[in-house]
């Protein structure tokens, strides 16, 4: 019993300051400093409505718009809630059909040549909201088809929204495949 109290104590303290007091503050200090990414990342389309974050994937299908990777969560679409990788080897024959399949649709949307491989192979959590400016690239003459677009002022658009490389050397140029389809929609809704 004597050793009981204070391990009692010692649990209800740090429950207390773990679970309670050192949450509030981190959670103070992110919004204080960080407030649009504290609150989700949103981004609001030009009427003001929410319509998304720049941390989560969002499914786009209509050849009028860039396409992002696929997701792995292919039953719930983009939803953060069951975020997970597909956890199948690249021999997996439904592997295989599911990126062989993804090859066809890319295919018979017009894009031709060399095929990106994050245009048909999910992230690791399923909901990456970037592309490399290659997999954007591709896509170029398919939505300039479908909005009346030049190519060269898609490739411009392109070249504007990507970004470098976080800090100078961490990670590899990308593209937010939202904010970019939200720019298309302001210059051609």
Same mark, same amino acid.
């Given at each position: 019993?004597?050793?009981?109290?204070?391990?009692i104590?010692?649990?209800i303290?740090?429950?207390?300051?773990c679970?309670?007091?050192?949450? &509030?503050?981190?959670?103070?200090?992110?919004?204080?400093?960080?407030?649009?990414? &504290?609150k989700?990342?949103?981004?609001?389309?030009?009427?003001?409505?929410?319509?998304?974050?720049?941390?989560?994937?969002?499914?786009?299908?209509?050849?009028?718009?860039?396409w992002p990777?696929?997701?792995?969560?292919?039953?719930?679409?983009?939803?953060?809630?069951?975020?997970?990788?597909?956890?199948?080897?690249?021999?997996?024959?439904?592997?295989?059909?599911?990126?062989?399949?993804?090859?066809?649709?890319?295919?018979?949307?017009?894009?031709?040549?060399?095929i990106?491989?994050?245009?048909?192979?999910?992230?690791?959590?399923?909901?990456?909201p970037?592309?490399?400016?290659? &997999?954007?690239?591709?896509?170029?003459?398919?939505v300039?088809?479908?909005?009346?677009?030049s190519?060269?002022?898609?490739?411009?658009?392109?070249? &504007?929204?990507?970004?470098?490389?976080?800090?100078?050397?961490?990670?590899?140029?990308?593209?937010?495949?939202?904010?970019?389809?939200?720019?298309?929609?302001?210059m051609?809704?």
């Amino acid at each position: 019993m004597k050793e009981l109290k204070p391990t009692i104590l010692l649990f209800i303290a740090f429950t207390i300051i773990c679970g309670g007091i050192y949450p &509030a503050i981190v959670t103070g200090v992110a919004y204080a400093v960080f407030p649009k990414q &504290a609150k989700g990342s949103f981004i609001a389309d030009k009427s003001g409505k929410e319509i998304g974050s720049a941390l989560i994937g969002q499914p786009f299908s209509d050849p009028k718009y860039f396409w992002p990777r696929p997701s792995a969560t292919p039953e719930f679409g983009y939803n953060p809630a069951a975020s997970s990788g597909s956890n199948a080897g690249p021999t997996n024959p439904a592997y295989l059909n599911t990126v062989g399949d993804r090859v066809k649709t890319l295919q018979d949307s017009g894009i031709s040549g060399d095929i990106p491989a994050e245009l048909v192979q999910a992230s690791a959590s399923g909901l990456d909201p970037h592309v490399t400016p290659e &997999a954007a690239k591709v896509q170029i003459p398919r939505v300039a088809k479908a909005r009346g677009m030049s190519v060269e002022q898609l490739a411009k658009l392109v070249a &504007a929204h990507t970004e470098s490389r976080q800090f100078g050397f961490l990670g590899e140029p990308r593209i937010n495949v939202l904010v970019l389809n939200l720019e298309l929609d302001k210059m051609t809704p």
